[in-house]
């Protein structure tokens, strides 16, 4: 395991330790287990948590044997399912809304949760997705070209030098960040985005980020 372990964050060029992004899946599973039974796709509450950790068992050995391509394609469904969840689960709440199916306690907590999953899942989209992923930009010197144009990427190559930024990758925290911004302010904030992808992705994050703050909590509060 120790190995195992060794391998997956040592790899030579990373762009930083994978670990947070498997971390912010599995908490998308607790955070999905803790929403009322009304709002789960059907089983226990537990399902999507335990399924999330039974695919990331061949996503981690992928990644250890080198199989970038299935890595790549098992990541690209795990994404996809905690998403499918994530907007069903919205899709739940908003119909819950005229029909009084859950007490303002419960709505409220069930929209922090969803806000939070947001954030979660969208991060995990673009950690996943820019500049062809985590693997492909593990194989550059630097990021200099990618869906968002992060703040190291603007600085003088003298400056870069001197502040170390060189070699600089962003990694999943600073996808986070990005993702938490969208979500808290509807906008990048300061990593502006080039990609016709990546606005998609953040014009639909904002749509539920509003919905579930401007919309669910406002109405929770109101009934209170």
């Known amino acids: 395991m120790k190995k195992l372990i060794e391998k997956w964050n040592g790899a030579t060029k ?28 059907g089983g226990p509450r537990w399902l999507l948590l335990a399924m999330i950790s039974v695919l990331i ?38 119909r819950a809304l005229p029909l009084h199916m859950e007490k303002p306690q419960e709505l409220l907590q ?10 979660l899942v969208f991060a995990s989209w673009y950690w996943r997705l820019d500049a062809g992923g985590p693997h492909k930009r593990a194989q550059q010197a630097g990021h200099t070209r990618g869906a968002f144009l992060f703040p190291q990427m603007t600085m003088a190559p003298d400056k870069k030098l001197n502040a170390g930024f060189q070699e600089w990758s962003p990694n999943f925290v600073d996808y986070l960040f990005l993702a938490f911004n969208t979500s808290t302010a509807f906008s990048p904030t300061d990593v502006p985005v ?14 539920i980020s509003l919905l579930v703050i ?11």
Do not use: D, E
């Not at 016709?196 to 749509?207: D, F, G, T």
């Open 110 to 119: 069930s929209a922090a949760f969803l806000w939070l999953a947001n954030i």
């Open 14 to 41: 990373t762009a930083g330790s994978r670990w947070p992004a498997l971390v912010a899946l599995l908490s998308f599973g607790g955070l999905y287990a803790a929403l009322p039974p009304s709002l789960h796709i």
């Open 57 to 94: 068992v061949p996503l981690v050995v992928s990644h250890y044997k080198g199989a970038h391509t299935t890595n790549q394609v098992l990541g690209y469904f795990l994404n996809g399912v905690v998403t499918a969840a994530l907007l069903i689960s919205l899709a739940q709440l908003i």
């Open 214 to 224: 401007a919309l669910l909590a406002a109405r929770a509060v109101n009934i209170l």
């Open 194 to 207: 080039l990609s016709r992808w990546a606005k998609v992705l953040m014009m639909l994050q904002s749509i």
